[in-house]
């Protein structure tokens, strides 16, 4: 069978990861923060492994960590004291599933144990890296540089007090990905140096900075790509079924 088989075979096995990609972003579309994943625009080849022998066919390979988009999202107002959003670039770090993590969700709550979590109820981290507590209190809001400021419970009116800052950071100089549980971090696997300079937008949230216009066009340049590659796969079966007919022994 021609080798060329396996190159079409290999384009179809990166189109059908690109759909999941393009319907995970979709699924994602509302959600605050959420940071669009890139498909397989550009790969490396297994041909370049083996560039001193002769091969005639070059199959494409995809890196292990998903590359996503960092362009920002739209800014919506709440008026919602615990609602903020990062301005320019900037993550607030997080407690991941197994290790901290990055994130732009801003949609922040107190749950029911007094933590600051977000919408995906991660809990957020103060400067400390330790998932920030909150006191009880009578308001809360959080300013533009990440501090955390409540009214105590008896407090006269205008008094307020700072219990906390959270987490914020530029993700450094190492190449940040998603990881296999959708959640960024660098590539690493370190933590990401604290920084001041990280900006706050409060009472705005972050959208999500999934164009659907985009992948909806891409959903469609990916579907022609598969129609094509798997004519190509039934005419190399065709090929191979003509060659076998040619060298089989007559009767």
Do not use: C, W
């Not at 999941?20 to 297994?46: C, E, H, M, Q, Y």
């Not at 290790?99 to 919408?119: C, I, K």
């Not at 909150?134 to 308001?139: A, G, I, K, N, W």
């Not at 190509?232 to 003509?242: K, P």
């Amino acid at each position: 069978m021609d080798k060329f088989i396996y190159t079409a075979f290999s384009t179809v096995n990166n189109l059908i990861v690109n759909r999941a990609i393009r319907s995970n972003n979709l699924a994602n579309l509302n959600v605050p923060g959420f940071r669009s994943d890139i498909g397989a625009k550009s790969v490396g080849t297994a041909f370049l492994s083996t560039m001193e022998s002769l091969e005639t066919r070059a199959l494409s390979i995809r890196n292990d960590k998903t590359q996503f988009s960092t362009d920002p999202g739209g800014l919506s107002v709440t008026n919602n004291l615990l609602d903020v959003s990062i301005r320019d670039r900037g993550y607030f770090i997080v407690k991941g599933p197994n290790e901290p993590s990055l994130s732009r969700r801003g949609d922040l709550r107190v749950d029911a144990n007094g933590f600051l979590t977000n919408g995906a109820n991660q809990q957020m981290l103060d400067s400390n890296l330790q998932p920030l507590q909150v006191p009880p209190h009578r308001e809360i809001k959080v300013s533009d540089d990440g501090d955390i400021i409540i009214t105590p419970p008896n407090a006269a009116d205008g008094e307020t007090q700072v219990v906390g800052k959270v987490a914020l950071t530029l993700g450094g100089d190492v190449e940040l990905a998603k990881s296999d549980d959708g959640e960024i971090r660098p590539i690493d696997g370190s933590i990401p140096a604290l920084d001041n300079s990280v900006i706050l937008v409060p009472e705005h949230l972050e959208k999500s900075n999934v164009n659907i216009t985009e992948q909806l066009v891409l959903s469609i340049e990916d579907q022609r790509q598969y129609e094509i590659n798997i004519k190509l796969i039934n005419s190399a079966a065709e090929v191979d079924e003509g060659g076998a007919t040619l060298l089989r022994l007559p009767n």
